[in-house]
């Protein structure tokens, strides 16, 4: 987890699995992250809207300690599946922190590559496709 102010994110910042924040401001950056909790209503679209930084600080700390079957979110070191760690997929991290809501789905082409991606890995999670949304569930 990192706290970054907008003027210090530049083309080098790698794209988190969250974002928080507040105002009318939006980076790019932001509107790229698909799990995104925002105080008030003026937030990106498909911002989870919190009242204040408390709501929104404790919906943080139960998103990171979140898990689906064996697998769990390892914040700084991607996710954890049998006393190991797999790193490079973000957008794992990011539906693993969503919970059972999801996120809206990519397009299907993305979809595809996200499950061959979970199926080289050989963890036990499928992706679920509903409503417009995606989640991630164990496969057990």
Excluded at 70 to 89: H, K, S
Aim: charge should be positive; glycine fraction near 12%; aromatic fraction near 6%.
């Amino acid at each position: 987890m990192a706290w970054q102010r907008l003027d210090q994110i530049d083309a080098a910042f790698p794209t988190p699995w969250a974002v928080a924040g507040e105002g009318d401001v939006v980076h790019a950056l932001v509107s790229s992250t698909p799990l995104i909790w925002w105080i008030g209503s003026s937030g990106p679209p498909g911002a989870r809207s919190c009242q204040n930084w408390s709501a929104l600080t404790a919906l943080v700390k139960d998103a990171l300690r979140s898990s689906v079957g064996d697998v769990r979110l390892a914040p700084g070191c991607g996710v954890e599946y049998r006393r190991g760690f797999v790193q490079g997929l973000g957008w794992l991290e990011t539906l693993i922190g969503a919970g059972p809501a999801g996120v809206p789905a990519p397009e299907a082409a993305e979809v595809r590559r996200m499950r061959g991606a979970l199926r080289r890995r050989r963890l036990p999670l499928t992706l679920v496709e509903a409503d417009g949304t995606l989640r991630v569930e164990s496969e057990r």
